[in-house]
């Protein structure tokens, strides 16, 4: 019924395009190609292809972020990970830095910042457990003789009032897994098995036309879709539960903050079906979004009843406890310490992007960076040392391999490979490695990145000192070693 309400809404619109306005849409497009090809090649190169890391590399992940490339095509897009881009913590909308579609940026005034804020240049209901759906990535329109095939629900309907909400809640109310907006006045519903194509992730710059509707947010571009996850479940992996009392062993999910722990917790749920706890368990029940994201960690962990626990702890006595031993996140720590940094700063102090880049010229900024490498440090020697068996997972294979890293720490829990529901995982919460870097002043959720680097020589050298203490720890219990990108030259 909502079907056929909007469909013959859109008749009694009608839309009518004047060849005055083509015209001047053509006119208006050379133009500003010609004045683009003109801007800063430096700048450009941060968001184009200098340093970049080719998106196919990837591999299979999907939502709550991002881009991934269509099978056989190679674009190169900026890593996060380099040190053109310090990649630091997610933020909120109020941070003004320009759109990168923006005729009006001001390079020199986003280099003099020190950073600069990433978006999906949409709406997103990222902060309410409770919405409509959740963004995931602007995709490539499937060509038309493939999108009854791509798109299942199809054009649902095209209104000249359109909004995300407004497509959102339809396809909710039909019963889709997906909704995708086009054009500023498409709405699209559509269900995502497998290694969909509609799951091909490109940077969010490419949907650049407003929602009619509501212009302050994009819905689409014209050979591109929006594309959101609706709150409609998926049923490969949306079963979850809590074990009874002492029927499995205690297993740590270990890691020094900022990374990748929540995340993990996500993804390992769904890709078992069981709840993870955590040892901050009086904590988070109290918490609106971690008692209703998280239900096994409402409950004490040391009743066995969930497949692995949460901990940045690394004392000796608490490693102990876990007699099934643990996996460990490690992730480079001149990426954890600045996320860390910009998470104290603007969520628990609530400060400004601005406010918070003064920390790092403060005299407590070395001090307190070489203060947290060391409890990087420790938080792996001390879960190598001590855990029983372990295996350590590095943050930057599991946002760039999701699907394969999963794979392994599933094993490792002892519970059988699903290869759906594992997929279905990536697809529920997508490496945020595959969003796009865009530029941008408005949107629910920022990610700021810094541009210089923050990093003394002296300093430096302190911290490779503990990577190649750990790396020696690594090698010893026969785990991968840190890599490249936490040397002197890559974050």
């Known amino acids: 019924m909502a079907g056929i309400r ?10 009518r395009k004047s060849l005055f306005l083509l015209l001047a849409t053509i006119g208006a497009v050379c133009f ?44 190169v897009f900026p890593d996060p990970m380099r040190n053109d881009l310090i990649r630091g913590q997610d933020g909120d909308d ?59 629900g199809g054009l649902i309907y095209d209104t000249n009032d359109m909004t995300i909400t407004t497509c959102l809640e339809s396809c909710n109310e039909m019963g889709f897994t997906y909704a995708a907006l086009g054009k500023g006045t498409q709405c699209f519903c559509s269900d995502v098995k497998g290694n969909s194509s509609l799951l091909r992730y490109m940077d969010s710059a490419h949907c650049d036309i407003p929602c009619v509707g509501d212009k302050k947010y994009n819905c689409g571009g014209d050979k591109y879709l929006s594309l959101y996850r609706t709150r409609v479940a998926d049923t490969r992996c949306s079963h979850m539960e809590l074990k009874s009392e002492g029927s499995l062993p205690l297993i740590a999910l ?82 954890a310490i600045v996320a860390e940094v910009f998470r104290r700063h603007m969520f628990e102090k609530q400060q400004s992007a601005e ?70 995982a990536t697809h529920e919460y997508p490496s945020s490695q595959s969003t796009g870097i865009s530029l941008g002043n408005h949107g629910s959720k920022t990610r700021v990145y810094l541009t210089y680097d923050p990093f003394s020589t002296s300093l430096r050298e302190h911290i490779n000192g503990y990577i190649k203490t750990v790396n020696e720890s690594l090698a010893a219990h026969h785990q991968k070693l840190l890599q490249d990108y936490n040397s002197v030259k890559l974050f």
């Open 355 to 424: 406010e918070a880049m003064e920390y790092f010229k403060s005299k407590e900024w070395e001090a307190f960076a070489k203060a947290q490498s060391e409890k990087w440090k420790n938080m792996a020697m001390q879960w190598l040392t001590y855990a029983p068996r372990v295996l350590a997972i590095h943050y930057e294979d599991i946002q760039a391999r999701t699907y394969e890293e999963l794979t392994k720490i599933v094993k490792f829990l002892n519970v059988e490979v699903d290869p759906q529901r594992i997929m279905c």
């Open 94 to 152: 109020d941070v003004k830095v320009k759109s990168i579609n923006d005729k009006k940026l001001n390079i020199a005034a986003v280099k003099d910042a020190g950073y600069v804020s990433a978006l999906n240049k949409t709406w997103m209901t990222w902060k309410d457990v409770d919405s409509p759906g959740i963004y995931r990535a602007c995709v490539p329109k499937p060509p038309d003789d493939e999108m009854a095939e791509v798109v299942t």
């Open 32 to 75: 500003i190609i010609g004045r683009l090809s003109q801007a800063d090649a430096g700048f450009f190169s941060l968001f184009t292809g200098g340093n970049g890391v080719r998106a196919r590399d990837l591999g299979v992940q999907d939502v709550a972020a991002g881009r991934q490339a269509a099978p056989g095509a190679a674009p």
């Open 6 to 15: 909007h469909l013959v809404n859109y008749i009694c619109r009608g839309r």
């Open 254 to 335: 270990a890691s020094f903050p900022r990374s990748g722990n929540t995340w993990s917790r996500q993804l390992i749920e769904r890709a078992t079906g069981l709840y993870t706890g955590s040892y901050y368990w009086e904590h988070e029940r109290k918490q609106a979004f971690g008692s209703k994201a998280f239900p096994g960690g409402n409950v004490d962990y040391k009743l066995k009843q969930t497949i692995c626990v949460k901990s940045h702890l690394s004392l000796t006595d608490h490693i102990k406890e876990f007699e099934g031993g643990a996996v460990i996140l490690i992730r480079n720590p001149y990426s």
